[in-house]
């Protein structure tokens, strides 16, 4: 994530060459929560953005393209050319305005409880991580020390119906969103406390 002081010179200089500035801004509402800006400020030296409706805010799927009217008529035309839109999808843009209405107001309980399972991970023998760099909802840490892999651990975990992401041999990704309270982080502690003594 650039800093906003960084992205505004980009797009400063994006526009002194005559090009417009596109802002591929997936977890875009979560920056704006770490931050305590809102999405405007972060994104005001930009010409158009795209964002996750899932990804954070909790709809089951769907991205937002936000532009000009004249890029989102272009876009809509290209989408078109290949092959994309859905029918019928009522039930999932309902789902879309409730994420980006309702979702942001927890995000900062989501990044709570990202660094808190980043502190509670980080005492456990044979796992790092740097909790001081958990900001958002993301946690990634290495499990080298354990002496098990990645993929071990996470199909282990899967047992006890915790999912998490192996992403490297000995690293793995957990994520916290409005579906994991307190009481589950502490479930997947305890649950990595058990595995990593085997």
Sequence with gaps: MYPTEVAEVIGDHAHDLGL????DGARIFNAATFLKKSVADI??????????LSKGLGAPVGSML?????????????RKAFGG????????????????EESP????????????????????????LDAAKVVTNIVRFDVSGTGRT?????GELKKRCILAGPFAKH????????????????RA?????????K
Excluded at 20 to 23: D, N, P, S, V
Excluded at 85 to 100: D, E, K, S, T
Excluded at 171 to 186: F, L, P
């Design 20 to 23: 417009r500035g596109h802002l």
């Design 43 to 52: 994104t005001r030296k930009v010409d158009s953005i795209m964002f996750c």
């Design 66 to 78: 936000v532009g000009s009217q004249e890029f989102i008529q272009k876009a809509h035309r290209f």
């Design 85 to 100: 839109g859905m029918r019928q999808v009522g039930v999932l843009a309902a789902a879309g305005l409730i994420a980006l």
């Design 105 to 128: 107001k927890g995000l900062a309980s989501d990044h709570q409880n990202a660094r808190y399972l980043a502190e509670e991970l980080g005492r456990m023998p044979g796992i790092t």
């Design 150 to 154: 990645a993929a071990e651990i996470c």
């Design 171 to 186: 690293a793995i990704r957990m994520v916290t969103h409005y579906d994991v309270n307190r009481s589950g982080i502490q």
């Design 189 to 197: 502690l305890e649950a990595m406390r058990e595995i990593t003594r």
